[in-house]
């Protein structure tokens, strides 16, 4: 009996991201999403809703081999998040640990501005935690595109050869063990911090539960990204925000789109760092891997597996080499 509720459990478990405000694909936003899509598509590029429709509902690319794998990993990652999630690190148990060693240093006092006034506590939480959030996201996803082993992770999420709303749970489970270790490490820091200096009166400006500025971006589009879909911004606007277009010259398989648009919200990171690419009128992108990744597979055994035995194979050469370079010092000394 136990079993089937657990199994019921997780059956509403599999599409809960689909009601839950905090969640991309959160039905709301997916369908603010269309929205946008129309007006961009009727607004500037002057097509009729019935030609706006076909293309927003393509079955091409919502029916592709693509995206039959993504929804199928999408399914198969929520099972693995299902017995991942208890192992994880807490972001209360990050918070904590930290609470705790601030109190061992000497410059600042607990409480040490706890009576600054309370909206300016909150703004400021709700800002810093938006920024450092998306900061972190930039970091990581630049490491995933720069060291070999984590390349090999972040190949499955590129190898998508059309861009659909799920394909944001097109990553393989390590990528997505990265990314909780990575919030839970960059809001839990947050939090401790704040309420080290604060007290209790920190809190977060929300909408639905969500913090507002997270809200604000999946209400312009956030799902627009992983489309077909190129909304561009204003140039200007570009090098603040990450317009769809631009993440999807992320995934663009072309040499001068190569390393480039990083960022999830924010463009600034990607400005500041060298890794801004503005979005390019009526370009036709190709999406995927190149040839000589030898990775372009909507198979899941391969999608799942080879990244493994590629982390496999680096940290092996790593392991050869450093052994072979021990061994020619320790000979050296010894003569
Ligand atoms: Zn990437
Ligand atoms: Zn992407």
Known sequence: MEFFGL?????????????????????????????????????????????????????????????????????LNRAFTFFLSPLLLSQI????????????????????FSDVHKAAIVGLFSVTMFLVDDFSKYILHRWMHKIPALWAIHKVHH???????????????????????????????VMACFIFLFGNQVDLYTVVGVNVLVFFFHITGSNLRHSHISIRYWPWLEHILISPAQHQVHHSIAKEHYDKNFG???????????????????????????QEENSSSS???TLYIKPVLEVFNIAKKYFIDFFHYAFLKLNLKKE
């Open 93 to 112: 148990a990050i918070a904590t640990s930290l609470y705790f060693a601030l109190h061992s240093q000497s410059y600042i006092h607990q409480g040490q």
């Open 7 to 75: 199994f019921f459990d997780s059956i509403i478990s599999l599409f809960s991201d689909f009601i839950n405000p905090k969640k991309r694909v959160f039905i709301g936003y997916l369908l603010l999403s269309i929205g946008l899509a129309f007006v961009w598509l009727m607004l500037a590029r002057k097509l009729s809703s019935h030609s706006a429709s076909r293309k927003i509902f393509d079955l091409n690319i919502f029916w592709s081999a693509s995206a039959k794998a993504d929804y199928k990993i999408f399914i």
């Open 264 to 290: 999830v919200a924010l463009a600034v990171w990607d400005w500041c760092f060298g890794s801004l690419h503005l979005s390019e009128k009526n370009s036709d992108l190709k999406f995927g891997l190149l």
């Open 159 to 189: 190898s998508a050869e059309t861009l659909t709303p799920i394909t944001v749970y097109r990553v393989h489970p390590l990528e997505g063990v990265l990314y909780a270790s990575r919030s839970a490490l960059a809001q839990g820091s």
């Open 299 to 301: 198979d899941l055994i």
